[in-house]
């Protein structure tokens, strides 16, 4: 079947407000001073359709934005970036999602969000054809979203796989509730699950991550990716069991990394690559990211990705038994 999209990507879109790392937090009623701010798109939907389109992949987006400056701009950055954005509905009955991105120096990132327009987003604005269109889907910002509920990720799942599309699955957890019974139902009908180390604790109670991958592949995906920070990432799939580490590159701005480690991975796996090559490509787009300010501002096209994972070495190992 010919299909004129790589990949669909579903699921939360934001317009980001990012600083550069401040000194300190201000005390109530005081005032930070950042070298710059920058207006970015975010949102896991938003960030991975961004950087594959910037790896030259045929990419749309499906989801929704406020008919208003911020929805506006986003879907322009979108657009000069290459993703198709037909399914990208601007709505009048709510604002843009936002997210205030505050870096401050030695600490992980700080995050105030609104979820806005992605409230209206279920899934169910995906037709027949959009599906027969693409080669892989990718829904990101799961359990962040009311609307978008396990029973309609099951089924929208499961309507891909009967149009012969590899699903993806990306999570976003508040900072509040218990998520296990979200994710137990929909990893059956899941090739490739991609939490990072923190998320897979909460969702599985363990603290080791080969522990948390074994759990969610005995639930019923077909492979999981687990990201873990300065720890590289872990994989365990239908090929075998890899770890990875981490390529060492000057960070200003970890935000969007993870979404930058999927995209590259999913790149691999469109093009047929080994998993250890696959790992190492997600790894190096995500070590792309953190360089620049902002989601996606970083990241590597393909002629730099490919060429950097062929001069720079990264340490990756298969796991045995």
Request: hydrophobic share 40%; with cysteine; aromatic share 8%.
């Amino acid at each position: 079947m010919n299909r004129s999209l790589d990949c669909l990507c579903a699921g939360i879109i934001v317009a980001d407000q990012v600083c550069e790392p401040v000194a300190q937090m201000p005390p109530p009623g005081g005032l930070a001073l950042s070298p710059r701010m920058e207006f970015t798109v975010g949102g896991c939907a938003a960030n991975v359709a961004f950087d594959m389109a910037k790896l030259g992949l045929r990419v749309g987006l499906s989801g929704c934005v406020g008919d208003d400056l911020f929805g506006r701009a986003v879907t322009e950055m979108l657009q000069q970036a290459g993703v198709d954005c037909q399914a990208l509905r601007p709505l009048t009955t709510h604002a843009t999602s936002g997210t205030f991105v505050i870096n401050v120096k030695g600490e992980d990132r700080r995050f105030i969000h609104c979820v806005g327009a992605n409230a209206a987003y279920d899934g169910t604005q995906i037709s027949d054809a959009d599906l027969h269109a693409a080669r892989v889907l990718y829904v990101g910002g799961y359990c962040l979203l009311e609307s978008l509920t396990p029973e309609k990720v099951w089924r929208l799942f499961e309507r891909a796989r009967a149009a012969g599309v590899t699903t993806v699955l990306d999570v976003v957890l508040p900072e509040q509730g218990a998520y296990h019974d979200w994710i137990t139902p929909v990893l059956p009908v899941t090739d490739w699950f991609f939490p990072n180390f923190d998320e897979s604790k909460r969702l599985t109670g363990l603290n080791d991550p080969w522990q948390q991958a074994a759990k969610f592949r005995a639930a019923g995906c077909r492979g999981t990716a687990i990201t873990c920070g300065a720890d590289g990432a872990v994989l365990d799939g239908p090929d075998g069991r890899w770890q990875a580490g981490v390529y060492n590159v000057p960070a200003v701005d970890a935000t969007g990394t993870g979404d930058a480690f999927v995209s590259g991975f999913i790149y691999g796996l469109l093009r047929g690559d080994t998993p250890d090559r696959c790992l190492r490509l997600g790894a190096a787009l995500g070590a792309s990211c953190v360089r620049k300010l902002g989601a996606t501002t970083g990241v590597f096209t393909a002629p730099e990705l490919n060429e950097f994972v062929d001069r720079e070495t990264l340490v990756v190992t298969k796991q045995v038994g």
